[in-house]
């Protein structure tokens, strides 16, 4: 079936840190990958996404190249700052799968000034 | 960019009541709406798959006459928790993807709905 694994939490970085979370899939077919974050007491936002392997998606410093040879979709920062403390969400969807969406488990992460 | 409004964000009620919570697309429609529950530092919990005039599709384990989905019109769907017990206090997420979806379109998420069963 298709599934995500991501890095397990809690992760707690210093201001201006470099950030990677680790994700990995399974899937069947061709996924479409995306990452969302949660910050407290919200729903999920859409960071960034990739939909084919060597896509590179970026947004706010983020950044996450779908790799299928390694079946990854790490999530990186150069320099993270108070603000990305959220939960972040690896995930992937299938198109022949009526388009239902699977998570990871969550990164939470906190940045301490 | 596109909108999914959830409304309830917040409701606390007493055991055995029934709890509606709405679903709306805003700047777009959506045939295919999705529900979800998260546990307090868990990830989401895929529970149904709402289709617009059809019957919900139930993940499996999750009682369909406890969680009645009902998706009248292409911008609205709705979650009607049935005699609500405290065991159902969660927080539950809606989102949609929209009908004019090009490959990889994400799904576009509500704020949520933090249920509190007393």
């Known amino acids: 079936g298709n599934s995500v694994t991501q890095m397990e939490g809690p992760v707690t970085l210093s201001e201006e840190a470099f950030l990677t979370i680790n994700c990995t899939y399974t899937a069947t077919g061709y996924p479409s990958l995306f990452w969302y974050v949660q910050y407290p007491g919200e729903g999920l936002q859409l960071l960034l996404k990739?939909?084919?392997?060597?896509d590179k998606g970026s947004n706010k410093g983020f950044e996450a190249t779908y790799r299928k040879e390694t079946t990854s979709f790490h999530l990186e920062k150069g320099s993270v700052q108070v603000s990305d403390s959220a939960v972040y969400f690896c995930a992937l969807s299938v198109e022949e799968n009526n388009n239902d969406m699977r998570f990871g488990a969550g990164t939470r992460l906190t940045v301490k000034p | 960019g596109a909108v999914v409004s959830q409304h309830p964000s917040w409701v606390i009620c007493k055991s055995g009541t029934s709890v509606k919570i709405e679903c709306r697309s805003l700047?777009?429609?959506?045939?295919?709406m999705f529900w979800y529950r998260q546990f307090p530092k868990q990830s989401l919990m895929l529970m149904a798959t709402?289709?617009?005039?059809?019957?919900?599709?139930?993940e499996q384990g999750v009682e369909k006459d406890k969680f009645l989905i009902n998706h009248a019109s292409l911008t609205l769907s709705t979650l009607t928790v049935t005699s609500a017990h405290p065991e159902d206090s969660s927080f539950y997420i809606c989102?949609?993807?929209?009908?004019?979806?090009?490959?990889?379109?994400?799904?576009?998420f509500g704020d949520g709905t933090r249920l509190s069963i007393l």
């Open positions: 709402s289709n617009e005039g059809s019957k919900a599709t139930y």
């Open positions: 700047d777009f429609q959506a045939t295919t």
């Open positions: 990739a939909t084919k392997a060597d």
């Open positions: 989102s949609a993807r929209d009908l004019a979806r090009v490959f990889g379109q994400p799904q576009h």
